[in-house]
């Protein structure tokens, strides 16, 4: 067997196999004997069939499997042998369904990942924006956590946020309590005007107290939604949406939320043990939490500004195997001319970022996928409510997850891509620069 390599372009590479019969007719003849042992044959013994008959019947396609194989195999070696970098898999340049015994020769073409010439040191300068914490944002995020561990108690008068109990009448278009038989009436009312689409019925529940009434319209405050009228009235979802009377309500009791109080028993459930002692330490606290929620938003801000300079400077001329591409990966499409085009720039910056991973030399461990695993499940159980949980449990199901070839091929290259840009932000130069929010917001939407 012999392989030869023509460089089409620097990356297109076909390569022809030519085979005599000592490169497969051993591994047929074997085939052969083997299926003449292990199958029942008509007319003949099981392992009684003569050689010939063997050939007679099953030579021709049996041939063309080994060979099939046999320069796959060849060419898959080859490749690896060779080190070249290959997109996808070799494309035949002819189908053959059957293959003709004698001397034979294949081709095949590679489509080459191009090999970029990417340096990165601190030589390399990028520019980096950090949000500026204010006082303002500590103050309402020390508002909603307070509000969150906070406790709901009957209160005196209706708050912002506050849930209303009592009876719902359906009214008649004068006004009046609807006594007709059908006409809906709820006991044991549950209103939450704060979450009302229509801020108007909102505003009619301000500053009532029990014992008031208060007549509105649940179809403006729900937006037409059957879902939420049906859950409010009580009635089947089927018919709630064709329900638009106003209804007047009797306050029997207003649920407000009490915020709570800081001190000791506040710092350990919301930082843990011996976090957090007063209220300076607090704010601190809070601050940092703040900060590195925001910092995510400059990661994901560097990572698109590095991502334009790096396609501005490797991607605008980059060389593709755009025919063998087409070939590869648009086959079904119905104008593989089209799809290629569409998917043109985000192959080169697929392209791109692998030879980042090479230059960085960025690799990662199934350790290391795991932690992730176990990093969402933790924080999908948390959004249930599940804090705490011991880690042998929150192991055993990021395991589980990861069992699935779907989830554990998403996970890894989410850890991949995360390890290869907190790299490069090591790697080069970060001109920082702290910005306000609303600064922040303009240069990315420039970005």
């Not at 204010?134 to 005196?156: A, C, L, S, V, W």
């Not at 037409?224 to 018919?239: C, F, P, Q, R, T």
């Not at 992730?372 to 999908?380: D, E, G, I, P, S």
């Not at 390890?419 to 990315?444: G, H, N, R, W």
């Amino acid at each position: 067997m012999k392989i030869t390599k023509d460089e089409i372009s620097p990356v297109d590479v076909r390569l022809t196999v030519a085979i005599d019969e000592n490169d497969y007719k051993d591994e047929v003849t074997k085939k052969l004997k083997e299926l003449g042992r292990t199958h029942v044959i008509p007319g003949f013994r099981k392992g009684h069939v003569p050689f010939g008959e063997l050939k007679r019947r099953f030579g021709k396609q049996l041939t063309s499997d080994v060979i099939n194989d046999v320069v796959y195999r060849a060419v898959v070696d080859y490749i690896s042998e060779n080190k070249l970098p290959v997109m996808g898999h070799p494309v035949p340049v002819e189908i053959k369904e059957a293959f003709e015994e004698g001397d034979q020769e294949f081709k095949y073409d590679l489509a080459l990942i191009p090999q970029l010439d990417i340096k990165l040191d601190k030589e390399a300068h990028y520019p980096y924006y950090e949000i500026d914490v204010t006082e303002e944002m500590i103050d309402e995020q020390d508002k909603n956590m307070r509000k969150r561990f906070g406790t709901q108690k009957p209160g005196e008068e209706m708050t912002e946020d506050g849930v209303v109990k009592g009876t719902l009448m359906q009214l008649n278009e004068d006004g009046s309590v609807n006594q007709n038989e059908g006409a809906i009436q709820v006991t044991d009312g549950i209103v939450f005007p704060l979450y009302f689409k229509d801020k108007e019925e909102t505003a009619k529940f301000a500053g009532k107290k029990p014992g008031d009434k208060v007549v509105f319209n649940p179809w403006k405050a729900a937006a037409g939604d059957a879902g939420e009228l049906a859950s409010m009235l009580h009635v089947d979802k089927a018919i709630a949406g064709d329900i638009k009377s106003d209804f007047e309500m009797n306050i029997s009791e207003i649920i407000v939320n009490i915020p709570a109080e800081l001190g000791d028993e506040y710092y350990k459930t919301v930082f843990g043990e011996d976090k957090v002692h007063n209220e300076e330490e607090y704010r601190n606290a809070v601050k940092e939490l703040i900060a590195n929620e925001l910092s995510q938003n400059s990661h994901i801000l560097f990572r698109n500004q590095f991502d334009k300079a790096m396609f501005e400077k490797y991607g605008a001329d980059m060389q593709l195997p755009a025919e063998t591409i087409k070939k590869l990966f648009f086959a079904e499409a119905e104008n593989a001319d089209e799809a290629y085009k569409a998917q043109e720039n985000g192959i080169k910056h697929e392209i791109i970022e692998t030879n980042l991973l090479k230059a960085l030399n960025v690799e990662i461990t199934p350790e290391e996928v795991l932690e992730m695993a176990k990093y969402l499940t933790a924080r999908q159980f948390a959004q249930y409510g599940m804090t705490g949980l011991d880690d042998e449990i929150i192991t055993r199901y990021a395991k589980e997850q990861l069992e699935k070839p779907e989830i554990r091929q998403q996970m890894s290259q989410q850890v991949l891509m995360s390890k290869l840009y907190d790299t490069i932000e090591k790697t080069v130069t970060l001109d920082k620069q702290t910005v306000s929010l609303d600064e922040f917001k303009k240069i990315a939407q420039e970005a």
